[in-house]
């Protein structure tokens, strides 16, 4: 299924995406080579990486309440118009020599927090562009388009640009973010999409709770949640020590590390690619089990590995179904969950995916200096063997309720 098959609005909110993390993969690189250049201090440092990584977990949920509160389409062009002026302030700020570690951290803060509000519109704004069947391959393509757009343009590229001009990889964001807002404001507003209205006086807290209810009630959706906060567990660890378990364990050649590397990406695009064919052939819920069960298998091999290729092969075998899991799990919530509801629902499963990865990171940290990296290879796999044995069940008996109540309507 192609994106002219999806429909044209679909392809805009697609190109406003890919546009988006195109930006994105320049600023991030950028921020960390010019807060070199101002400080060697690693506290300051990673200072900056910190106040990026807070507002999705401090503020997720009140983008969801938000996004569910105002009219989305709207509060996505709001929101990129806005990223755009703060990200091209930056740059006059770093063209002119004024800009400083503070205001590095606090552009990383404000960017990260305007981006919970949009993630959580677009979360919810898609259903209501394409077929509720179409859903799993509409998030596959986006996750494509965006891994693309990251891993073979914008990040090779982000360092060649900082060389020219330090303020040129942030001039270069802030036009993808003006050119996202435009994209997404030609989009055709449709039923579904804009504000829910009637909230009066209610406590934006307490909306934004609602969305936490509503994942805590639904069985189905609360387990493969908390799967994907384990499997986030094991996922930051692993990436916070691939470098060295890449360069000491599996034996990549320094100069070879760029194409280890991409070997991920390359995985990560091939999974978000056959998502909707994987989730068309088995069902959503048969899929995700199965899934689970390839990437234990994979890290498993990954931490067994002790050769550049087996590694590189297991690592994109796991991306692969990293994507795939990503793309289905969203397509289930945004089925399953009221309109009304999804910019909250979205955003509360987005929050608990999220809290483990910061302790799987510190975890991996620890253990790998006590230890060496080698143990954090098989702490992963034992982490996705527990979350695959805790889901098995509970996946497979929604799977088969599934099953026997589309039978019942296609019974005459």
Known sequence: MTTSVLGRNYRLLWSAAVASRFGDTLRTPAL??????LTRDP????????????????????????????????????????????????????????????????????????GTLFDAASFAMLPSLVPPAALPTANGRLQAGTAVAGGFLGAPLAGVLFALSAALPFTVDALTFALAALLVLTVTPLPGAGARGGTGRRSVWREACEGVRWVRRDRVLWRVTLATAGSN????????????????VLRVPAAAYG????????????????????????????????VLLAQTVALTGFAAARHPLAGGVTLACFAAGTTVWNSLWAAYGQRHVPPELLGRVGAAQRVVGLACAPLGAALAGFVGQAYGVVPVGWAAAGVFVLVTAASWRTLREAGSAAERRTESVARP
Request: hydrophobic share 65%.
């Open 32 to 37: 960390a080579l010019l807060a070199a250049t």
């Open 43 to 114: 506290r300051a440092i990673a200072a900056v990486t910190v106040a990026g990584q807070l507002p999705p977990l401090l503020l997720g949920l009140l983008g969801g309440a938000y996004a569910d509160r105002w009219d989305r389409r709207r509060t996505m062009v709001a929101v990129d118009g806005a990223r755009a002026v703060v990200v091209a302030g930056l740059a006059v700020l770093v063209a002119t020599g004024r800009a400083g570690v503070a205001a590095l951290a606090a552009v990383a803060f404000l960017l990260a927090t305007l």
């Open 233 to 248: 567990l094991a996922i930051s660890g692993l990436m916070a020590v691939l470098v060295l378990y890449a360069l000491e």
């Open 259 to 290: 194409l280890f590397a991409a070997g991920v990406v390359v995985g990560g695009l091939v999974g978000a690619l056959g998502a909707g064919r994987v989730a068309a052939r088995f069902g959503t819920l048969p899929a995700l089990r199965g």
